[in-house]
């Protein structure tokens, strides 16, 4: 018997929705400011491409990935926004501030996405190393800036159709 419910392994039918109706918050972090840089490159070139206005893209620097959650906090106390993209890399280093980091702030942004019933996109780099976190940021494995964007559109535009 033919199923009419679509193979869940087939996302060819999926594409990305225009994101000009849309208003966007970017938050990036200052450290490993190459990384975060060519990130937020990613994510403006990512929104633009599919019809977000320069004047609907509001862009805050916070000084690392652990001020991610308050500037995301910050941002959607102005209901205005659609959907937030937090910019972030956090390296390994020799202690464990990196487990805490990498907790604190997948725990936060999606505690603040809750809170605002808002998307809250996580474009935060975990590299153990710097050339791991290039290759992730316009190498040889994309920018998951861009990628952060492109994700920011869809749950705006899921959000708005419930
Ligand atoms: C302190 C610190 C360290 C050691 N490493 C990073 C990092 O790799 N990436 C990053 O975004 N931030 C780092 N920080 C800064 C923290 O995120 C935060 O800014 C400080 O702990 C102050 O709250």
């Not at 990384?35 to 609907?56: D, F, K, P, V, Y």
């Not at 690392?64 to 910019?87: K, P, V």
């Amino acid at each position: 018997m033919a199923s009419s419910i679509k193979n869940l392994s087939d996302f060819s039918h999926i594409t990305v929705a225009n994101a000009n109706p849309f208003k966007f918050g970017i938050v990036v972090a200052q450290w490993n400011a190459e990384i975060t840089g060519a990130l937020l490159n990613g994510a403006i070139s990512g929104l633009e491409r599919h019809g977000a206005q320069e004047e609907n893209i509001k862009i805050i620097e916070v000084p690392g990935s652990f001020e991610l959650i308050t500037g995301a906090d910050i941002l959607l106390r102005d209901d205005s926004f659609d959907a937030i993209i937090c910019l972030g890399c956090v390296i390994q280093g020799e202690t464990r501030h990196f487990d805490f980091i990498c907790d604190a702030v997948a725990n936060g942004i999606s505690n603040v996405a809750l809170k605002y019933n808002k998307p809250v996109i996580f474009g935060v780099l975990t590299t153990d190393n710097q050339q791991q976190a290039l290759d992730r940021a316009g190498g040889k494995h994309g920018n998951k800036g861009e990628e952060a964007a492109i994700t920011a559109i869809q749950m705006a535009h899921i959000s708005a159709q419930y």
